[in-house]
């Protein structure tokens, strides 16, 4: 009980500093006082957008075009294999995924960001490229999620008897996770974007220090269970 009143009272007092120390943020930005205050005080709420710019746009708008196309040319597929025992080979891999890449090339915004990530079979950890922008990487992660959880259930080497119908799936169902956080990520930007920059600035550095209590909040519990 101790630990979630001092929670709740760390926020109260990041909450009031935040707004007290917008005073000067307000006079920049043209809003008074009163009206910045107000604004972040209705927007508590909203969720925090990914990224406002024309570049963050453009690379949701372009990733989701594309988790969408690649998702149906899987679909695709394994209505081939659909109720075949044919286990996945490096040609039907190929066969699979050329004609995917081929139209990545041709279709992706040449402006938008190209990152990617890759789940390693052995030890079922993920890589995630370092030009992934804070609007990609999560729902990259959210994509190999799929692939770790299936990576996990099974002994290493599992891939060579993998069926061809059910990598397909493995990968559509990523896609999917992938496609529900990009779409998530985009429709935040509606009512954060349009706020004023200092209420964005000020709703930013709330979430930060939330976050950051959060994980602090989550080793404590871990390191009092050592002891339970």
């Known amino acids: 009980m101790r630990m979630s009143n001092s929670r709740t009272y760390t926020l109260w007092v990041l909450m ?9 943020q307000a006079s920049a930005q043209g809003l008074t006082k009163e009206e910045l205050d107000a ?10 957008a990914c990224g ?8 949701l708008d372009n990733r989701i075009k594309l988790a969408m196309m690649i998702r149906s040319e899987f679909a695709g597929a394994k209505g081939k ?35 990617g990530a890759t789940t390693y079979d052995f030890g079922c950890f993920t890589l995630i490229d370092s030009n992934a922008t804070p609007c990609l990487r999560g729902a990259l992660d959210d994509h190999e999620a799929v ?12 891939r060579f008897d993998q069926l061809v119908e059910d990598w397909l799936q493995e990968e559509m169902d ?6 529900q956080r990009l779409t998530s990520e985009r429709n935040k ?5 349009k706020l004023d920059p200092s209420a964005k600035t000020v709703l930013q550095d709330i979430a930060n220090d939330k976050e950051r209590e959060q994980e602090a909040q989550q080793i404590a519990d871990w390191f009092l269970g050592l002891f339970n």
């Open 16 to 24: 009031v500093f935040a707004l007290f120390s917008s005073d000067t």
């Open 189 to 193: 930007r509606l009512p954060f974007c």
């Open 174 to 179: 990523a896609y999917d996770k992938e496609i």
């Open 147 to 158: 692939h770790r959880k299936v990576c996990d259930e099974h002994p290493l080497g599992f």
């Open 52 to 59: 406002c710019s024309v570049y963050d746009y453009d690379d």
């Open 81 to 115: 294999y659909a109720g075949s025992k044919q286990t996945v080979t490096p040609a039907i891999r190929k066969a699979v995924q050329d004609p995917i890449r081929k139209r990545i090339n041709d279709e992706r915004n040449q402006k938008a960001t190209d990152a």
């Open 39 to 48: 604004q972040i005080q209705q927007n508590l709420n909203t969720p925090i």
